[in-house]
């Protein structure tokens, strides 16, 4: 799984933290692959499929313990239950574009506080600011 591959998979927080990634990360490899993918989303074929489990990015980043196993993994999945349930994310196919795009209308201050707070890079990601603010 690699961000060539025709469809790319993603968890559902990673639909928030694509959106607020700015080129920092956990290592230089994971930084080199959440390029490729977010420039890819942003800009090129931006069919994805949602897995409730570990992704494209988490093939790369150095808390992946194993298959649906992260270092964090309770932070991880509460932040994946909350974007199922605000956003009614189901495990399939969408175009990340039309998907953010309906997300951030419905995201509010206070829904973002709820899914990220627990987030190291919240307060100094821009994450909040591109989802929330920037409408
Ligand atoms: S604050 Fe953390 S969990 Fe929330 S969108 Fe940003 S990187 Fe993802
Ligand atoms: S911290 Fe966990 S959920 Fe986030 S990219 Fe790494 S392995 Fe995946």
Known sequence: MGPEDKVLVLRP???????GYSGKGYNEEFVDNM???VDRLR???DLIRITYSTDVLCSKCPNKLGEDCCETQDKVKWFDDRVVE?????????HYREIIKEIDEKMTGEMMDDICSRCSWYPISSCRKRIV???
């Open 13 to 19: 927080h990673h639909l928030l933290c694509t959106q």
């Open 35 to 37: 390029n490729k993918v």
């Open 43 to 45: 800009n090129g074929d």
């Open 86 to 94: 605000y956003f009614g994310i189901e495990e399939k196919e969408y």
């Open 133 to 135: 603010q920037e409408k």
